[in-house]
Nanobody, 123 residues
């Protein structure tokens, strides 16, 4: 049974940092592309960042230069380092995994999802 478990969310002031983790089990983690998505209150889920098995990465324009996605295959864990946080980054953050070699940008392309972790940035 595949499980993705996010952690590391919380309340932070604008300009602060958080690191989210996504711990995977039940799959050969290194074979999977991992994506981070977020869903702000009252809005649709949106792409944040993705990393594939070759460590290629891509980011949404709104987070580029502030967020960094990475992975540790030995720990079956992906990370999202979030710096210079803004109130508009407030959302539930989800990690997702897809058995593919490329980067994936839409929720429908991902097979597995975590339960989400809340990130709240105060002004």
């Amino acid at each position: 049974q595949v499980q993705l478990v996010e952690s590391g969310g919380g309340l932070v002031q604008a300009g602060g940092s958080l690191r989210l983790s996504c711990a995977a089990s039940g799959l050969t983690f290194s074979w999977y592309t991992v994506g981070w998505f977020r869903q702000p209150p009252g809005k649709e889920r949106e792409f944040v960042a993705a990393i594939n098995r070759n460590d290629d990465t891509d980011y949404a324009a709104s987070v580029k230069g502030r967020f960094t996605i990475s992975r540790d295959n030995a720990k079956s864990t992906a990370y999202l380092q979030m710096n210079s946080l803004k109130p508009e980054d407030t959302a539930v953050y989800y990690c997702a995994a897809d058995h593919t070699t490329g980067l994936r940008y839409t929720p429908l392309e991902y097979d597995y999802w975590g339960q989400g972790t809340q990130v709240t940035v105060s002004s």
